[in-house]
């Protein structure tokens, strides 16, 4: 089952690429395993698969301990509280979630110091949804300025979660919001080269757009409790 998955999205990644002219070793699968068992996680690395997306901090801590695995890079894709930085930050390779400066210093204070630098993106709210999280447009350069000289941590790009929208045209059009704003961030010397979006029903307009990340669960894993 999870390996039929696996072939069939890393083959639609492919046509997707190829489609758009973009370069398939270009967009990393990060395999959203959230409220997903173990067992699944191994079967899945046994398949060749290397990145793995958790939301939620103890679930996520529980499975990085348990399977002890330096050869997995894992993303932490969901909220951020600020009493949970210090366990991000020693667990994680990668947070795509940070979207205020405060959880950006706290991650740097606590990243440990035989740690590679973490990876950090920012997240857009680009749609304007009051209840989603993620920095607004307006705001987001001076958010890169404040975190650009942090310690132990390296700005990589930008990550949204737009609203669900079902026709590709409307899907491209919050991913090219995203990445022109990255775009901008290039011209005032940021050096960042990440956008981490779409998701199972949107990815072939993220990659369109030039996405480098897309982060699925449902369609590899099946759904969620
Ligand atoms: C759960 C989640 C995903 C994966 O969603 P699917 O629809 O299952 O592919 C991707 N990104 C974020 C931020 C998530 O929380």
Known sequence: MIKENFLKMNCAI???????GKEKDDITLVAVSKKHSIEKIKEAFALGQRDFGENFVQEAVNKIITLDN???????????????????????????????????????????????DLNICIQVNVDFENSKSGVSSEDLMDLCLAIKDLPKIKLRGLMCIPKIRFEHELQRKPFNVIKNLLVDLNENN???????????DDFKAAIQEGSTIIRIGTALFGSRK
């Open 14 to 20: 492919g046509e997707a690429a190829k489609k758009y």
């Open 70 to 116: 330096t050869d997995i890079n894992w993303h932490f894709i969901g909220r951020i509280q600020s009493n949970k930085t210090r366990q991000i930050s020693e667990n994680f390779n990668w947070v795509h979630t940070v979207d205020r400066i405060k959880i950006a210093e706290r991650l740097s204070k606590h990243r440990p110091k035989y740690a590679d």
């Open 190 to 200: 940021f050096d960042v080269d990440t956008l981490s979006m779409g998701m199972t």
